[in-house]
T-cell receptor, first 113, second 111 residues
Framework: NAGVTQTPKFQVLKTGQSMTLQCAQDMNHNSMYWYRQDPGMGLRLIYY???????DKGEVPNGYNVSRLNKREFSLRLESAAPSQTSVYFC????????????FGPGTRLTVL | QKEVEQDPGPLSVPEGAIVSLNCTYS??????FMWYRQYSRKGPELLMYTYSSGNKEDGRFTAQVDKSSKYISLFIRDSQPSDSATYLC???????????FGAGTRLTVKP
């Protein structure tokens, strides 16, 4: 039981490049999330998926797209990376949306030059 | 003003000390309150989960919620060097996408 896994662990991009961050969970959770964590800002929600086949915007969705590939997998795509997207990205999952505990992956450290 | 305020520290205490970590919030609709522990270069892991007001104890950890003051606390008794981490408070009103996190307090427990 690996919980929530993320790939890659580290990535360096040049401005304008694109990439996809992958996330998978093996807890049979319905809901999945993508957050970014910046110094002094706490975790901020980028997008979430309440259940397979649905996605919705969070606090800071601009510059990102997501795909809920199936119940296990939820990917985050940066189409044209910008230095402001340098951050640590965390994927999380939970059994449901309202009031359920979220379980986090180990994170992806992204630097955009 | 942020919805959730948390003193970033850093906080340094000797081993065995009682540690008090706090968050204040502005949204009176919050009713689910959580504390996460995050070790360096790792993902957050849930420590405590509380619904509405009151206290909850789990081993050396006690979470308190005072909704009238919009103030939550985490107490760590007999602190250990292994408790050295960043502690994040989080809270939700129980609606879609409304979970809000504090910026985290960095704690160091010195042997």
């Amino acid at each position: 039981n690996a919980g929530v896994t993320q790939t890659p662990k580290f990535q360096v991009l040049k401005t304008g490049q694109s990439m996809t961050l992958q996330c998978a969970q093996d807890m049979n959770h319905n809901s999945m999330y993508w957050y970014r964590q910046d110094p002094g800002m706490g975790l901020r929600l980028i997008y979430y998926s309440a259940s397979e086949g649905t996605t919705d915007k969070g606090e800071v969705p601009n510059g990102y797209n997501v795909s809920r590939l199936n119940k296990r997998e939820f990917s985050l795509r940066l189409e044209s990376a910008a230095p402001s997207q340098t951050s640590v990205y965390f994927c999380a999952s939970s059994e449901g949306l309202a009031g359920y505990t979220q379980y986090f992956g180990p994170g992806t450290r992204l630097t955009v030059l | 003003q942020k919805e959730v305020e948390q003193d970033p520290g850093p906080l340094s205490v000797p081993e065995g000390a009682i540690v008090s970590l706090n968050c204040t919030y502005s949204n009176s609709a919050f009713q689910y309150f959580m504390w996460y522990r995050q070790y360096s270069r790792k993902g957050p892991e849930l420590l405590m989960y509380t619904y509405s007001s009151g206290n909850k104890e789990d081993g050396r950890f006690t979470a308190q919620v005072d909704k009238s003051s919009k103030y939550i606390s985490l107490f760590i008794r007999d602190s250990q060097p292994s408790d050295s981490a960043t502690y994040l408070c989080a809270m939700s009103a129980g609606n879609n996408n409304d979970m809000r996190f504090g910026a985290g307090t960095r704690l160091t427990v010195k042997p």
